[in-house]
T-cell receptor
Framework: DAGVTQSPTHLIKTRGQQVTLRCSPK?????VSWYQQALGQGPQFIFQ???????QRGNFPDRFSGHQFPNYSSELNVNALLLGDSALYLC??????????????FGPGTRLLVL | AQSVSQHNHHVILSEAASLELGCNYS??????LFWYVQYPGQHLQLLLK??????LVKGIKGFEAEFIKSKFSFNLRKPSVQWSDTAEYFC?????????????FGTGTRLLVSP
């Protein structure tokens, strides 16, 4: 049973560029959440996707956008990259997007460095 | 808004010492509570969780945590740590009955266990 997978593992971009990160949820899961983990900090919630719609959003600008596909996989897009966007981006999946009693399982993350 | 405080940022212990990591949250409603662990080079893994019922919950690898509602606390404990427990530990909270699974994390506690 595959867990949450993310690609790529590492990425280097320059300021102003755009980046797309990908996530495949754990088998049987229908909800994907994205988190940003800056160095020395805990993960911060970016947004959550369920039934191909953004269900909830954290305190992140519109430069951060996402998408969920019919197979429940998801993409995170960041436009106009800033140096401060350098972080580990984590994807988490869970089942039953309408519930709050389920556990989120995390992927290994994509480490983004913006120069 | 919810917030989570982890007061110990770095903890150094010798093997066989007892461990207690503090976690306090700020939220007026009912919550689900989690401890996640991040071993060096690995992804976030669930250590234990509290949804309801017995406030003393047991997790993997001999860890346990106690939910004290009156103190808004969910401290993590282990009676005897091992070198392999060296990792970063994150406390997280999710507001109950919102229909969403947005996790709010603390800043983490980095534990170093010396052999």
């Amino acid at each position: 049973d595959a867990g949450v997978t993310q690609s790529p593992t590492h990425l280097i971009k320059t300021r102003g560029q755009q980046v797309t990160l990908r996530c495949s949820p754990k088998s049987g899961h229908d909800t994907v959440s994205w988190y940003q983990q800056a160095l020395g900090q805990g993960p911060q919630f970016i947004f959550q996707y369920y039934e191909e719609e953004e269900r909830q959003r954290g305190n992140f600008p519109d430069r951060f956008s996402g998408h969920q596909f019919p197979n429940y996989s998801s993409e995170l897009n960041v436009n106009a990259l800033l140096l401060g966007d350098s972080a580990l981006y984590l994807c988490a999946s869970s089942f039953r997007g309408l519930g709050d009693g389920e556990t989120q399982y995390f992927g290994p993350g994509t480490r983004l460095l913006v120069l | 808004a919810q917030s989570v405080s982890q007061h110990n940022h770095h903890v150094i212990l010798s093997e066989a010492a007892s461990l207690e990591l503090g976690c306090n949250y700020s939220y007026g409603g009912t919550v689900n509570l989690f401890w996640y662990v991040q071993y060096p080079g690995q992804h976030l893994q669930l250590l234990l969780k509290y949804f309801s019922g017995d406030p003393l919950v047991k997790g993997i690898k001999g860890f346990e945590a106690e939910f004290i509602k009156s103190k808004f606390s969910f401290n993590l404990r282990k009676p005897s740590v091992q070198w392999s427990d060296t990792a970063e530990y994150f406390c997280a909270v999710n507001a109950k009955n919102t229909g969403f699974q947005k996790l709010v994390f603390g800043t983490g506690t980095r534990l170093l266990v010396s052999p």
